[in-house]
């Protein structure tokens, strides 16, 4: 039984799926098709509130996450536009109790700390429901000197972050799952949790799970 075991790892493995770290998840690629036309999950993207209390599996995450903010060409450029074509957002994940953050260069999730709660992101309540949190965060050092005033900044920042959201959005639904863009965020419980400095700006919080039946 235990060769068994060692022997299906070995094939996961070696087929590129995830691999554990003690400090980092290194994610298998997001899928090639899912099996949905893009006119279709237009037409079906929504908000939902409500979400089973079955984690997300490791795989559509994966997916999900770099449809928001992954690298999709070999300059590194983003599946995103940005101001300037600077990379000056992040994203941060609250998954199965721990915290994370994506990192879009290398495809994995590195690892922050334990016993972490998706109450700990938002100022309402439902969002703490949830199994999984995706945190849109603004690093404002990313911003080049020439970028304008802080005020500006900010908008290229939300501008950003509002098509991080819709990507995502547009994957869930693809994947048959459920989201919302929320912004109640509890920006004391983020830095918190994600152990966040001055500079990085917690913008928007965008829960994923599977829907519950309504």
């Known amino acids: 039984m235990v060769q068994r075991i060692i022997t299906l790892f070995m094939i996961l ?29 237009f037409k079906n993207r929504k908000s939902e509130r409500a979400y089973t209390s079955q984690l997300i599996s490791i795989h559509h995450l994966s997916t999900v996450l770099w449809s928001g903010y992954g690298i999709n060409r070999q300059d590194g450029k983003h599946t995103v536009p940005t101001a300037y074509g600077k990379d000056y957002m992040k994203l941060y994940v609250i998954y ?7 990192l879009p260069e290398k495809h994995c999730l590195q690892f922050i700390q334990a016993e972490v709660t998706t109450a700990m992101a938002s100022t309402q309540g439902w969002v703490g429901k949830s199994t999984c949190v995706i945190v849109i965060v603004a690093d404002m050092d990313g911003f080049p000197f020439y970028a ?39 920006v004391t419980g983020c830095k918190k949790a994600f152990k966040l400095h001055e500079n990085e700006l917690p913008l928007f919080i965008m829960p994923v799970g599977y829907p519950s039946a309504h």
């Open 13 to 41: 493995l070696m087929a590129g799926a995830i691999t554990y770290s003690d400090t980092t998840i290194v994610l298998d690629k997001p899928l090639e098709n899912a099996n949905v036309d893009i006119m279709k999950a």
């Open 96 to 102: 199965n109790g721990k915290a994370y953050r994506y």
């Open 148 to 186: 304008g005033l802080r005020e500006q900044q900010l908008k290229y920042a939300h501008a950003t972050a509002g098509c991080i959201a819709q990507n995502i959005y547009i994957a869930c639904t693809g994947l048959k799952l459920g989201t919302c863009l929320v912004a109640g965020v509890n």
